[in-house]
């Protein structure tokens, strides 16, 4: 999904959504990607794909790539026409993909546009109530067949169910400031978690730690290969080194980017300059200690394998 900047308009005119439906299907072509869905509104759009080639960054940038070039020459614009890149979530392949078609289809509806969804041009939705050979491009047919196995009362079965309003969780989702990286039941996310985190432990990919193990996660990992109960990791004796706190500290700091207030509340510590020195001392550790080192490998790597298990 992506919007105008400034919440502006990024079409204006009958030609402006005719020539993003064609740049769509272009992209699809180019880029061997599976358009099941598709909504575009006067100031933003949806799209639901499926990237077989897990290209979607190089598909979306020739998509609003092209469209940006094309709309600045028609209405003599200049510069960005959306507000920045585009924002993406992975959805899992079961009821909640049948609720975001409904949510993207039901779109204008709930927008105040039209009054009857069959009203609507500029969606996909005529596509999903129709044999016409033109939407043959729309990747289609997995959704309808998870609504039926009888080919035949595929339209049927999808009017029935794109006129129910019963997109409350989809809803909560997108009405967020902070979009999750995900959607789906518990053990889909934590099997995204599991898979995907370690590849993405980039400073530079603020969502990133949507990925992260959780707090709780990290203490009984630690728990678990220190043969602890978590309540030690709250101990702090003076003169006494506490290996296992210090090391869930260092670890909800590398794992997860969390500010050392927020690790100084998770810890029932007083002072976050504690925190600084501690996750200094266990750096300072590691870069002198090899079997250290390798310790703390070990009880990261279990964590975040952890994660895909749960």
């Given amino acids: 999904m992506n919007r105008g900047r400034r919440y502006e308009n990024i079409f204006t005119d009958t030609e402006d959504y005719k020539i993003f439906i064609d740049l769509l299907k272009e992209t699809s072509e180019m880029w061997n990607i599976r358009v099941a869905a598709y909504c575009l509104m006067p100031n933003h759009y949806h799209l639901l794909v499926q990237t077989p080639d897990a290209n979607l960054s190089r598909s979306m940038r020739h998509l609003n790539g092209v469209y940006t070039q094309v709309s600045n020459r028609r209405h003599k614009w200049d510069g960005s026409l959306f507000r920045g890149r585009y924002k993406s979530i992975l959805v899992s392949a079961d009821n909640y993909l049948l609720q975001l078609v409904r949510y993207i289809h039901r779109n204008p509806l709930k927008a105040g546009f039209v009054k009857n969804i069959n009203d609507y041009e500029w969606s ?13 491009w729309l990747h289609k047919e997995f959704i309808l067949s998870m609504l039926t196995g009888e080919k035949k009362r595929w339209i049927s079965e999808y009017k029935r169910f794109v006129r129910q309003d019963r997109d409350e969780e989809i809803a909560d989702i997108f009405d967020k400031k902070r979009l999750p990286i995900s959607v789906g039941p518990a053990e889909f996310i934590d099997w995204v978690k599991g898979k995907y985190f370690e590849r993405k432990t980039d400073d530079e990919v603020p969502s990133v730690k949507l990925l992260a193990p959780d707090v709780f996660q990290i203490m009984d990992g630690v728990s ?17 080194v506490n290996e296992p706190r210090n090391v869930a500290v260092y670890l909800c ?10 690790i100084c509340a998770h810890f029932r510590m007083n002072n976050y300059s504690a925190v600084s020195s501690i996750i200094r001392r266990v750096k300072s550790r590691i870069n002198a200690d090899k079997k250290f080192k390798t ?4 009880i990261s790597d279990m964590i975040i394998k952890t994660q895909g298990q749960a």
């Fill in 295 to 298: 310790k703390i490998e070990k």
């Fill in 124 to 136: 996909s939705h005529k596509g999903y109530a129709s044999i016409a050979k033109k939407w043959e």
């Fill in 253 to 262: 700091r590398k794992l997860r980017r969390d500010r050392l207030t927020e």
């Fill in 224 to 240: 678990r290969y220190y043969n602890i109960e978590t309540d030690m990791l709250f101990v702090s004796k003076r003169g006494e």
